[in-house]
């Protein structure tokens, strides 16, 4: 079965870096673009990065533009976020998730657990 399975997370320094990663199993993930989200305590989880099946296109959202970089590795099944200039409003779960898997005739969307990352001085 499909499984997104993060990794990285951590309390950071405010200016610091972590690289997330996240490990997708059970579909055809060179196939398919990948995308990271988190969600703030007490706010909806939001788009943060998109990467297309090849890696060839990326897109940002404003607030993680210029510190943020998405990237994979389709021999691992593997997607990284590479944060750096972390701020404390960086701070969220952080998730994977892989959208319109084809499973039989129907397509569904995958989440992973999620992260935690926390950046604190």
């Known amino acids: 079965q499909v499984q997104l399975v993060e990794s990285g997370g951590g309390l950071v320094q405010p200016g610091g870096s972590l690289r997330l990663s996240c490990a997708a199993s059970?579909?055809?993930?060179?196939?398919?673009?990948m995308r990271w989200y988190r969600q703030a305590p007490g706010k909806e989880r939001e788009l943060v990065a998109v990467?297309?099946?090849?890696?060839?296109?990326?897109n940002y959202q404003d607030p993680v533009k210029g510190r943020f970089t998405i990237s994979r590795d389709n021999a691992k099944n593997t997607v990284y976020l590479q944060m750096n200039s972390l701020k404390p409003e960086d701070t969220a779960v952080y998730y994977c998730?892989?959208?319109?898997?084809?499973?039989?005739?129907?397509?569904?969307?995958?989440w992973g657990q999620g992260t935690q990352v926390t950046v604190s001085s």
């Open positions: 998730k892989a959208e319109g898997i084809w499973v039989g005739v129907v397509k569904k969307d995958y």
């Open positions: 059970g579909f055809y993930f060179s196939a398919y673009a």
């Open positions: 990467i297309s099946s090849a890696g060839s296109s990326t």
